[in-house]
């Protein structure tokens, strides 16, 4: 299904930049500019399900020069029990085809700093890569930790070879596991970025402990665990616009009660990690089960992604 703000783009290039990962080189066909992006940020790739029945929707870093408004890049590891969005991309997916792109979006913007502490585990790079780019061109002091199972499978070394001993490669088969000691005090006026897999990142949560939670953001491949919704009984939405009310069920999402009930939104990964169905909230507080809020936004309680998200309070209004 075509989406709202999605515009076709041809697979310009498509090369092989470690063992299982791809870069995509995507172009408007006519050559016309491609909307602004920030470094952090991801776009949409829709693509055939592995049975050919429908599409599917993926999410995907740009790793690109964000000053080229002629292409986006983004580099695809093949997963190994991948739904078929990466085996598609891998397997099928040729120079000169066509591709429905969502505009960039960013839930992990990089924000003002004296210092930025990166740390990339995998294809969790990709975003990174902008980020150092960004910091470069402010003149901002950095590092770089990238973790990955072999240098073979770790993207990008060689461009980032250029900037020595900024960047620390740590390759997990002749170095073992990632040391974060340098995380148990806080940096004045430093920041911590963090992309890869799930247990990086609960390694980085646990090691900065000591650093106030604003100064650590992390980006996610998949939701983590979440525990029991603080209602687990039904409870109502109403939209701010029509005054209309719409029960959500005890194994329902809002996501799904507002589709029942023919309200569209827009929504993607369907697990919190994607920022595609926030939705204002007007009154009543949200229960709030998504990978992308830091706390300071979960308690000003004035939106919520429903696809995950439901509400502590018995009615919950929304800005639809």
Known sequence: MRRPGNQTLEVARKD?????VVKLRLEEPSGGRLPHWTPGAHIDLV???????GSQVRQYSLCGDRWDASAYE???LREPNSQGGSQF????LAVGDMLSVGTPRNNFGLAQASRYEFIAGGIGITPIMTMIAAAEKLGIDWHLLYGGRSRRSMAFLGELARYGDRVTVWPQDESGHLKLDFLDEPTEGAKVYCCGPEPLLAAVESASTNWPG????FERFVAPSQPPPV???PFTIELSHSGRTVTVGTEQTVLEALDAAGVPVLSSCNEGVCGTCEVGVVGGVPDHRDSLLSDAERA?????FVCVSRSITERLVLDL
Request: charged letters at 30%; glycine letters at 12%; hydrophobic letters at 40%.
């Open 16 to 20: 092989v930049v470690a063992d299982g």
């Open 47 to 53: 693509m055939p399900t592995a049975d050919g029945g």
């Open 74 to 76: 983004v580099a695809v």
């Open 89 to 92: 991309i891998h397997e099928n």
């Open 214 to 217: 604003w100064a650590v953001r």
């Open 231 to 233: 209602r687990t009984e």
């Open 300 to 304: 000003k309680g004035d939106r919520m």
